[in-house]
């Protein structure tokens, strides 16, 4: 089959493979439908999370049609012929975390829980294609998929739904939901969203489902111009951060408050044009840190007192010049992790039945699997309005 | 003396031939020799002594005194070592050839001591019940090629050893309470002697059973060889961990989770499009 694989930083490579078989009797292998390039791939791609191998499958974003399931899967469950969405994470559903519907917390899906938990203290649960530190599994840019622990993950989705709608289900609608969730809307509160890339576009969309009275979008307007507009159609007020000075803007938003909560949908790439961003990048440069805050760091220091900070963001290793302070003295409450995406399925995709969001909105992109490595090129320097690519797998 | 001198005297750093002498006597006491030398190792031992000190005292008499006195020293020492049954070097290396299962001091002195605990989602009824049958160990323990019930009490059990050698050696279950408690040693004559126990615990807040395993073993060539197997990356701690990772994963979920034999590209370029450097 074919399979797109990190081959090294800044190179991804479509490659023949074996088709993948099925390893344990929880497993199921899922002819891959669509398959999606998501902004965590990137981090990938720049060779900013430890633990990858070439040769790696990638891609944690994908649906198909069950192809085969193995022994232990639950038949009431999933069967053969089933089209489904698979979560980016892979959870056991036994364990105590699985129960709490921490998914992302899984105890056992991780074979390489032995490294995570040096790097981490403790395991978390392995993802799809997402170095060997979340377990070293295949992902799905692929033709064909095996998903373990299948019946726990795969969601069925109606056939009346086109991928294109139900395809974000796997991670980035739920990521930006729980973002907002995390947020601990009431009703009548300001969010503040940094970084408008698929995930914050869903963040800021599921903030004013929940009840959010205004949201405020802050992006790059030079560099990315579409996600500003994607963010304005939202509903959202925006902020160009190259213009303007965000700590000011917003404040001048809120009648002097600050947002009651402040989402960070950057991560560990983050740009920005004050000193502590060039120092960052100077320092990720010498490998003298792997994270780069500014996000981060601007979302704490302009968060009201006592609001929350919801960081969907990805980060990997050690932060530095985090103005900790700033967050011990206003009280603040951080809330993060990998999605726990199985948690948010059944209510999402009503949304999506019910036509109160339709994700197909963040694709620029739709290409055949043999364009990826032009693809992730074109994601990463955002050129010709890329703001998300689908692949098709069997598409010629 | 002063009473400075007298209180370094006793604790044995100072120049009082008292107290010497009783540092020297607890010595003795700590360090008696021990029979450590298998029974033929003994004879052989002793039949070597005897040809080498005939040897020896042959040379002295044709006036060879330099062959001599090896000859009569090695063959003296080899007598020694037969009929005490006691060897200073393998002492040295903590090896126990004499088939004798260790006191339990033994272990204080020169085992290594592991403890490692996980939380398990599971009764601990059930849990005691799959470690009990001997013949589920092998399923989570890695290392392990064999276990098997000889009777109730008594198993064999054969390991991966180091070079790709395997290990052997039997073990008797020395207490047991049901649901709780299952703690074992290795009989004498085992290359690697070994003592553990495993207890189950109900969690707090219905969070299953917590599950702690101890062992302590002596590694057949003392603490040396257990530094030289972390430095071939076969640390003991971590092997029994990820066991007891294996263990909690099989009862939790039925399966261990693996990669193993999953696709993986070459970056060829394989596919319709050649792999491209940006």
Redesign the interface.
Known sequence: MKAVTWCGTGKVSVDNVPDPKILNNRDAIVRVTSTCICGSDLHLYDGYIPGMQKGDILGHEFMGVVEEVGPGVDKAKLKKGDRVIVPFTISCGNCWYCKQQLYSCCDNSNPNAVVAEKAYGFSTAGLFGYSHLTGGYAGGQAQYARVPFADVGPFKVPESLPDEKVVFLTDIFPTGWMAAENCEIKGGEVVAVWGCGPVGQFAIRSALLLGAAKVIAIDDGTRVPERLRMAADAGAVTIDMRDEYVYDKLLELTGGRGPDACIDAVGMEAHGFTVDAFVDKVKAALMLATDRAHALRQAINCCRKGGVVSVPGVYGGLLDKVPFGAAMQKGLTFRMGQTHVMKYLPRLLGHIEAGQIDPSFVISHTLPIDRAPEAYRMFRDKQDGCTKVVLKPFAA | MTIAQTELGQTGYGQSTTARREVGSLQAQQFTPFVNVGSTERLVTGGLGAVMTLWGVKNVTHLNLLRGAIGAGVGAMLLKRAATGHCQMYEALGVNKAGETPAPEKYFERGIHVVEAF?V?KPASELFAFWRDFSNLAKFMKHVQVAKAVDDKHSHWKVDGPLGMSVEWDAEIINEEQDKLIAWRSLGGSLVDNAGSVRFADAPGD??TEVTVTLDYIPPAGRVSSYLAKLMGRDAD?MI??DL?RF??LM???????????????????????????
Do not use: H
């Not at chain 2, 999953?262 to 394989?270: F, L």
């Open positions: 939380t989602m969070r299953g971590q961990r990820e990772r909690k994963r939790e979920t039925g399966e261990v989770p693996t990669i193993e034999g999953q696709p993986i590209g070459n970056c060829a370029g394989s596919g319709d499009r050649k792999s491209v450097n940006f």
